[in-house]
């Protein structure tokens, strides 16, 4: 999601078709070149085992919920949510709505089965429509990681873990100072599927702490 292209469109296309993850995703079957940024994170943190209960905010086209799903099994459930249209993914039940809504949000909690339950992970690679105002989408998008941090906390095993998309610059630190006071573990991951040109970095909050 809403990583800004270069004022050529032509070199962008150009560049992203070219691009090794892009042949990598259409060979294996894919969405998107974004599940590698998931499969890596995955790898070194162990972050998905099978049984799991795991939430996708921001899922379209449906990448990660693709890796997701692949890795809980059967006896998993992944519940995903997106403004955009997501061609369904087997065993994935997707949400088409704004999760920034109470109306979207009670349909996650719904799905999930209730305010009572608890889920092991929660991802979040929700991202704003890019307006070109550097302050203004940094604000937007700190506004959509605060509220994926606080359905974290409320719906989040005591050994969850979150892992949500941030950008560089205003409000990252205090961000993730912020997620200290909600997670015993919190750290950044920059993976080699994130484009070097772009601000985007990956947080990763373990364990909750005590309300």
Same mark, same amino acid.
């Given at each position: 999601m #809403?990583?800004?292209?270069?004022?050529?469109?032509?070199?962008?296309?150009k560049?992203?078709?070219?691009?090794?993850?892009?042949?990598k @995703?259409?060979?294996e079957?894919f969405?998107?070149?974004?599940?590698?940024?998931?499969?890596?994170?995955?790898?070194?943190?162990?972050?998905?085992?099978?049984?799991?209960?795991?939430i996708?905010?921001?899922?379209?086209?449906?990448?990660?919920?693709?890796?997701?799903?692949?890795? &809980?099994?059967?006896?998993?459930?992944?519940?995903?949510?997106?403004?955009?249209?997501?061609?369904?993914?087997?065993?994935?039940?997707?949400?088409?709505?704004?999760?920034?809504?109470?109306?979207?949000?009670?349909?996650?909690?719904?799905?999930?089965?209730?305010?009572?339950?608890?889920?092991?992970?929660?991802l979040?690679?929700? #991202?704003?429509?890019?307006?070109?105002?550097?302050y203004?989408?940094?604000?937007?998008?700190?506004?959509?990681?605060?509220? #994926?941090?606080d359905? #974290? &906390?409320?719906?989040?095993?005591?050994?969850?873990?979150?892992?949500?998309?941030?950008?560089?610059?205003?409000?990252?630190?205090?961000? &993730?100072?912020?997620?200290?006071?909600?997670?015993? @573990?919190? @750290?950044?991951?920059?993976?080699?599927?994130s484009?070097?040109?772009?601000?985007?970095?990956y947080?990763?909050?373990?364990?909750?702490?005590?309300?």
């Amino acid at each position: 999601m #809403a990583n800004a292209r270069p004022k050529n469109s032509r070199d962008w296309v150009k560049r992203h078709l070219s691009d090794p993850f892009v042949k990598k @995703s259409k060979d294996e079957g894919f969405r998107s070149r974004a599940v590698y940024k998931l499969s890596e994170i995955d790898a070194t943190e162990r972050l998905l085992k099978p049984g799991m209960t795991v939430i996708d905010l921001g899922s379209a086209p449906g990448g990660w919920s693709q890796w997701s799903m692949k890795k &809980v099994g059967s006896r998993g459930k992944v519940v995903a949510i997106d403004l955009l249209d997501m061609v369904p993914v087997a065993g994935v039940n997707f949400i088409k709505g704004d999760f920034s809504k109470e109306e979207g949000l009670q349909a996650v909690v719904k799905a999930i089965g209730g305010e009572k339950t608890k889920v092991d992970l929660v991802l979040s690679d929700m #991202a704003p429509n890019l307006t070109g105002v550097v302050y203004t989408d940094q604000a937007n998008l700190y506004e959509l990681a605060d509220l #994926a941090a606080d359905f #974290a &906390v409320k719906f989040l095993k005591p050994n969850g873990v979150f892992l949500v998309k941030v950008f560089q610059g205003v409000g990252f630190e205090a961000f &993730v100072k912020d997620l200290r006071t909600k997670f015993k @573990s919190v @750290s950044a991951k920059k993976p080699d599927a994130s484009r070097d040109e772009s601000r985007e970095t990956y947080l990763l909050g373990r364990d909750l702490k005590a309300p």
